[in-house]
T-cell receptor, first 112, second 113 residues
Framework: DGGITQSPKYLFRKEGQNVTLSCEQN?????MYWYRQDPGQGLRLIYY???????QKGDIAEGYSVSREKKESFPLTVTSAQKNPTAFYLC???????????FGPGTRLLVL | RKEVEQDPGPFNVPEGATVAFNCTYS??????FFWYRQDCRKEPKLLMS???SGNEDGRFTAQLNRASQYISLLIRDSKLSDSATYLC??????????????FGTGTQLKVEL
């Protein structure tokens, strides 16, 4: 089946620890995105990538990093510099920059 | 002013009712528009795109008014399974060639027996 997968479903982070969230898609989409969702707020764009080996900061990139070494994969690292990392993280992909975005099931990150 | 504004609700309606959601957006350069549905603790899923001429998909009708920067979603004959949060989404093409989806905070719908 084609789709977007994210892992893990739940992730716990200790203070000062970097953690990496996985996002994989087998839809042959060029563009991939990371969003963060907090209660009572809309989704906010963290990073996006239109093509392999290229990515741009979104609205709230501070404390996060990404890589796009393969078309299928767009991992997000939440660094210790991100002071309020507890949120629901959603990865999305689209065929091209102007196409509809489709979302993975999300990862809930909690700080211990 | 928020880029995309929605009434958060909740809208509590009986089964079979017709319910309408409204959304306003602030960026006149917005180029495409969508309604997504999000169930509790799940990812958003595309419900329908919104076209300038208005469009319908079964019980769902979407309208766009570019002059007023206003989008609406009408649900007829609502079902229990329609209970969810409905997200108004606006797409802006960026100068670098990418696009940015801006999400409203969502309107919660609860359909009751």
């Amino acid at each position: 089946d084609g789709g977007i997968t994210q892992s893990p479903k739940y992730l716990f982070r200790k203070e000062g620890q970097n953690v990496t969230l996985s996002c994989e898609q087998n839809l042959n989409h060029d563009a991939m995105y990371w969003y963060r969702q907090d209660p009572g707020q809309g989704l906010r764009l963290i990073y996006y990538s239109q093509i392999v080996n290229d990515f741009q900061k979104g609205d709230i990139a501070e404390g996060y990093s990404v890589s796009r070494e393969k078309k299928e994969s767009f991992p997000l690292t939440v660094t210790s510099a991100q002071k309020n990392p507890t949120a629901f993280y959603l990865c999305a992909s689209s065929r091209g920059a102007r196409e509809t975005q489709y979302f993975g099931p999300g990862t809930r990150l909690l700080v211990l | 002013r928020k880029e995309v504004e929605q009434d958060p609700g909740p809208f509590n309606v009986p089964e079979g009712a017709t319910v309408a959601f409204n959304c306003t957006y602030s960026n006149s350069a917005s180029q495409s528009f969508f309604w997504y549905r999000q169930d509790c603790r799940k990812e958003p899923k595309l419900l329908m795109s919104v076209y300038s001429s208005g469009n319908e998909d079964g019980r769902f009708t979407a309208q766009l008014n570019r002059a007023s920067q206003y989008i609406s979603l009408l649900i007829r004959d609502s079902k229990l399974s329609d209970s969810a949060t409905y997200l108004c989404v606006v797409n802006i093409v960026l100068t670098g060639g990418g696009n940015k989806l801006t999400f409203g905070t969502g309107t919660q719908l609860k359909v009751e027996l």
